[in-house]
């Protein structure tokens, strides 16, 4: 697994066409127990940035944003029936939804793991 990351604690595991995107371990770290994910709709198209969906701790509620354009082709069903995934799991069974990408290009202005590691510390 080749993961890239966002300065919003998203990461981004790139297919061919397409990516699955989830939150970090920071985040799920900053936020404590999560208790509930609000996940976007499949077939929905978001631009890069756009609020996409929402995670909500014990602590704190927090946006998860589109980390490249494109259109939503699944969501982690299994994380809206037992959110914790998202604090267990975050990097496998913790992933919140897949992406068909519109603009590939974009992925090449996300940061790898030393960078966003740089970003964390």
């Known amino acids: 697994m080749s993961l890239l990351y ?3 604690h998203e990461w ?16 799920q770290d900053a936020l404590g127990d999560v208790v509930f994910v609000e996940l976007p709709e499949v077939g929905k198209s ?26 939503v082709t699944e969501v982690n069903e299994s994380l809206r029936d037992n959110p914790a995934l998202a604090n267990t799991d975050p990097l496998g069974a913790g992933w919140f939804f897949k ?23």
């Open 6 to 8: 966002t300065a919003d």
């Open 12 to 27: 981004v595991d790139q297919g061919a066409d397409s990516a699955t995107v989830g939150i970090t371990h920071h985040a």
């Open 46 to 71: 978001f631009a890069q940035g756009e609020v996409a969906g929402v995670v909500e701790s014990v602590k704190a509620a927090a946006d998860v944003y589109m980390p490249v354009s494109g259109v």
């Open 99 to 121: 992406v068909r990408l519109s603009e590939p290009a974009q992925l090449s202005a996300l940061m790898d793991e030393a960078a966003y590691q740089a970003l964390t510390q």
